[in-house]
């Protein structure tokens, strides 16, 4: 294994990782239920997309009242 001749700089250690950001994820509001979805993505709370219903609903709705 070689051995590095220099040390790498503070500087330039920060410019190589400011390529390393992690980018925010996208929300956007469904057009029926209103809940923040993944976009061009079919609802995962009401299982529609463009205000159709595609799939049927995965997760179920909490009952009101135990
Ligand atoms: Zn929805």
């Known amino acids: ?5 220099k040390r790498k700089s503070s500087a330039k250690t920060k410019r190589g990782r400011s ?9 956007i ?6 809940k923040a979805t993944l976009p061009h993505q079919v609802c995962s709370f009401c ?5 159709k ?4 609903p995965k997760i179920k709705k909490k009952k009101e009242g135990k």
């Open 19 to 27: 390529h390393q950001s992690l980018t925010k994820v996208k929300l």
């Open 53 to 56: 219903e595609i799939i049927k």
């Open 47 to 51: 299982g529609s997309y463009k205000g």
């Open 29 to 34: 509001k469904c057009a029926k239920c209103g």
């Open 1 to 5: 294994m070689s051995v590095s001749k």
